[in-house]
């Protein structure tokens, strides 16, 4: 069985940092993409980063300059450096993974950690 947890969400003034970790566990299955997603109410499920195995990196628009994604494939985990945050990015922050497995494609999503930036 093939897992995400994520860790390192919470409360930050604007401006303030924050990084978001997550980890993948079970066996025998490959990694390709891992990423983060954000979430509020209301609104659709909404890429912020994702990076390749190979290293490839895509981010939101929103994103670009004050986010960097990390990514360590012997550990199979994914980091989120979230810099100069801002009140809009407020949001439920989900890991997200996909790869191959026995049984073919693998698609596994975190529980999602609470992001709130508020003065």
């Known amino acids: 069985q093939v897992q995400l947890v994520e860790s390192g969400g919470g409360l930050v003034q604007p401006g303030e940092s924050l990084r978001l970790s997550c980890a993948a566990s079970?066996?025998?299955?490959?990694?390709?993409?891992m990423g983060w997603y954000r979430q509020t109410p209301g609104k659709q499920r909404e890429l912020v980063a994702v990076?390749?195995?190979?290293?490839?990196?895509n981010y939101a628009d929103s994103v670009k300059g004050r986010f960097t994604i990390s990514r360590d494939n012997a550990k199979n985990t994914v980091s989120l450096q979230m810099n100069s945050l801002k009140p809009e990015d407020t949001a439920v922050y989900y890991c997200?993974?996909?790869?191959?497995?026995?049984?073919?494609?693998?698609?596994?999503w975190g529980q999602g950690t609470l992001v709130t930036v508020s003065s």
């Open positions: 997200h993974l996909s790869g191959n497995y026995y049984l073919g494609y693998l698609e596994r």
């Open positions: 079970g066996s025998s299955f490959s990694i390709n993409t």
């Open positions: 990076i390749t195995s190979r290293g490839s990196i």
